[in-house]
């Protein structure tokens, strides 16, 4: 039986719960190992030998240590092709390129201001953070245009790379899974638009991502 691959940091991130979620799709077996950020656990020396900008996901797999949840994901869909769900990845040059250009718009023009609204909305309350409502503003805009062009493609394929669910949809989960939670307004970004919220629908409803969810929710151990 393979040695479990070891996957550090909390599952409240969100960059970790992109890894988790990628896991569970691909029935990795995994080992969560906690870091506890209020400690500074993530800065510690040890730590960032594997994570040298002190951040979470860090992995491991056997001798073989990465960082950069996206980066972490598409290897383990190329180590584990046939594992799992196969489609996660494509199966030809033109369907990963596909998914590439997806997972691209997830992380360069979803996540800056989604990651933003995140902070505003969820985690400064939580942390008794003063929030800015001028910043919440911005990035709510900024947000809306990002799923304008989302809500066109969605209304011509089920999902983001096409007729499947891949990688290209799961990246989205954990950002958005805050925002759908947070407030009135920031769950109305996605309900305004039809095929976002539809598409939003199915892919929160996946098992793999109830799964994290229910991680995410669990009381600390
Ligand atoms: N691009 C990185 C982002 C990692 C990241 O920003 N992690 C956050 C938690 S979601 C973190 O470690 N923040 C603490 C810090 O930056 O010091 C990835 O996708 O892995």
């Known amino acids: 039986m393979a040695?479990?691959?070891?996957?550090?940091?909390?599952?409240?991130?969100?960059?970790?719960?992109?890894?988790?979620?990628?896991l569970l799709e691909k029935e990795v077996q995994f080992q969560l190992i906690?870091?506890?950020?209020?400690?500074?656990?993530?800065?510690?020396?040890?730590?960032l030998k594997i994570q040298p900008f002190g951040q979470v996901p860090a992995f491991q797999?056997?001798?073989?240590?990465?960082?950069?949840s996206r980066a972490i994901c598409r290897y383990l869909c190329e180590k584990h092709g046939n594992r799992g769900n196969k489609n996660l990845y494509g199966t030809n040059?033109?369907?990963?390129?596909?998914?590439?250009?997806w997972i691209e718009a997830e992380a360069q023009?979803?996540?800056?201001?989604?990651?933003?609204?995140?902070?505003?909305?969820?985690?400064?309350?939580k942390f008794k953070i003063k929030q800015d409502e001028g910043v919440i503003k911005q990035n709510e805009e900024?947000?809306?245009?990002?799923?304008?062009?989302?809500?066109?493609?969605?209304?011509e394929s089920r999902f983001l790379a096409g007729e499947e669910f891949t990688l290209a949809d799961l990246?989205?989960?954990?950002?958005?899974?805050y925002l759908v939670h947070?407030?009135?307004r920031a769950r109305g970004l996605f309900t305004e638009k039809k095929n976002v919220w539809r598409w939003w629908g199915e892919i929160s409803g996946r098992e793999s991502w109830k799964k994290v969810v229910d991680m995410q929710n669990a009381p600390p151990a």
Do not use: W
């Open 93 to 101: 040059p033109l369907v990963k390129a596909s998914i590439d250009q």
């Open 182 to 184: 947070a407030t009135d």
């Open 61 to 68: 797999d056997d001798s073989i240590s990465l960082f950069e």
């Open 109 to 125: 023009s979803f996540n800056q201001p989604s990651s933003a609204l995140v902070f505003q909305l969820v985690f400064a309350p």
């Open 142 to 155: 900024k947000l809306s245009k990002v799923l304008d062009v989302y809500e066109k493609r969605l209304e």
């Open 171 to 177: 990246s989205h989960l954990p950002n958005a899974q």
């Open 3 to 22: 040695t479990p691959v070891k996957v550090y940091g909390p599952a409240a991130s969100t960059a970790v719960s992109r890894v988790l979620a990628c």
């Open 34 to 47: 906690n870091v506890n950020m209020s400690k500074r656990e993530h800065k510690s020396p040890e730590y």
